[in-house]
């Protein structure tokens, strides 16, 4: 599963991990992705989504067809 969004756009970050001695390795910061299954009622069926944390609280306030018409219009397929 790639850590990717599909109504945020969220992806990973990149940064240095800094040791003890200061020397720095490259590193990655992966969003916290989550696939959630959602009833899309004008559908009459179940949506997987792909969605970061922040987007699983969008799907909650704005509610789910509007969610899903974000993401189509981002040019994903749902």
Known sequence: M????QLTGRKPAFGN???HSHRR???RFDPNIQRKRYWLPSEGRYVRLTLSAKGV?????IGIKAAVTRIRARGEKV
């Open 2 to 5: 790639s850590a990717h969004c």
């Open 25 to 27: 390795t490259r590193r």
């Open 17 to 19: 991990a800094i040791s």
């Open 57 to 61: 609280k969008t799907v909650d306030v």
